[in-house]
């Protein structure tokens, strides 16, 4: 079985600053990352994914993640968020005949 | 290429009334996923169909709720008698389906957000 867990419920960040949002993964086989993203009365939409290959991996909007197996993380990070940007996130893994599983979010607020 | 259709997008019911729900995944995805997704919670995998059949229903509360997928297409979910603690917003996903469908992007629909009284 795996888990996730998404260490921050809430992230606060000025426009056009950094950000990086956590996310830790447990499983006892290789996995394959993901995260989404949810913005208001809508569903999710994916982000980017780590299936193998290259940690760095890069996706929408921006966004890109980096895997790290010795300590099993995949934080998502944008060098300089929008407004646009304000949504809940989260990350999710799966093995490859396993359910996908998701974090509890991270709720990114965005302000001027 | 049309997304994934839900419907009803809001539904207000009583306890113990039933109530269900409707989904048509993308145009050729074999792969039908239900969620549930519970205020300040990630979504949570109730049943997977591969066509018509059933691939995952361990969470899947059998005892109250009911999914099929009888002609591989679109897909309904019931839940009978519905309880307090079901009020949830109810996701349906869809992917191809392919035989390494663990590494496959589900596409999402909007969601059925139901508020049980």
């Known amino acids: 079985a795996q888990s996730v867990t998404q260490l921050d419920s809430q992230v606060p960040v000025f426009e056009e600053a950094p950000v990086e949002l956590r996310c830790n993964y447990s499983?006892?086989?290789?996995?394959?990352l993901f995260w989404y993203v949810q913005y208001p009365n809508q569903g999710l939409q994916l982000l980017l994914k780590?299936?193998?290959?290259?940690?760095l991996v890069k996706g929408i909007n921006g966004f890109e993640a980096e895997f790290n197996k010795s300590q099993t993380s995949f934080h998502l990070r944008k060098p300089s968020v929008h407004i646009s940007d304000t949504a809940e996130y989260f990350c999710?893994?799966?093995?490859?005949?396993?359910?996908?599983?998701f974090g509890t979010g991270t709720r990114l607020q965005v302000t001027l | 290429e049309a997304g994934v259709a839900q419907s009803p997008r809001y539904k207000i019911i009583e306890k113990r009334q039933s109530v269900a729900f409707w989904c048509n995944p993308i145009?050729?995805?074999?792969?039908l996923y239900w969620y549930q997704q519970i205020l300040g919670q990630g979504p949570k995998l109730l049943i997977q169909f591969q066509n018509n059949g059933v691939v995952d229903d361990s969470q899947l509360p059998k005892d109250r709720f009911s999914a099929e997928r009888l002609k591989g297409v679109d897909s309904t979910l019931k839940i009978q008698p519905a309880k307090l603690e079901d009020s949830a917003v109810y996701l349906c996903?869809?992917?191809?389906?392919?035989?390494?469908?663990?590494?496959?992007?589900?596409?999402f629909g909007p969601g059925t957000r139901l508020l049980v009284l």
């Open positions: 999710a893994v799966r093995g490859t005949a396993s359910k996908l599983t």
């Open positions: 780590y299936l193998s290959g290259s940690t």
């Open positions: 145009s050729g995805h074999a792969t």
């Open positions: 499983s006892s086989v290789s996995v394959y």
């Open positions: 996903a869809s992917s191809r389906g392919g035989l390494a469908y663990g590494q496959e992007t589900q596409y």
